[in-house]
């Protein structure tokens, strides 16, 4: 079974920006991949999408902020999240998905956290 391992996460001021990264066992060649995030309360939320062919989708709330990216090891992601507001404070996994919503197929990694805070 992969195992997914994201980092990046931390704490910044509105307006700042971080990036995160997605560490995958195995390669995901095969995927389309995706970030979720899950503030507190609520539950968890596709954000992004990108196929293999490197086509690329976002939830409205992060268009134009956010670029998502996957290397060419195919073991590895990445999500560019820029201008970020405390609306985005969450916990950020990555996951397999589809190119406009949530399908997770592996195992859930412990995330990480990001938090926009003045």
């Known amino acids: 079974q992969v195992q997914l391992v994201e980092s990046g996460g931390g704490r910044v001021q509105p307006g700042g920006s971080l990036r995160l990264s997605c560490a995958s066992s195995?390669?995901?060649?095969?995927?389309?991949m995706g970030w979720y995030r899950q503030a507190p309360g609520k539950q968890r939320e596709w954000v992004a999408g990108?196929?293999?062919?490197?086509?690329?989708n976002y939830v409205d709330s992060v268009k134009g902020r956010f670029t998502i990216s996957r290397d060419n090891t195919e073991t590895v992601m990445y999500l560019q999240m820029n201008s970020l507001t405390p609306e985005d404070t969450a916990v950020y996994y990555c996951?397999?998905?589809?190119?406009?919503?949530?399908?997770?197929?592996?195992?859930w990694g412990q995330g990480t956290q990001v938090t926009v805070s003045s």
């Open positions: 990108i196929t293999t062919s490197r086509l690329t």
């Open positions: 996951n397999t998905a589809s190119l406009y919503k949530s399908s997770p197929i592996f195992n």
């Open positions: 195995d390669t995901f060649r095969d995927y389309t």
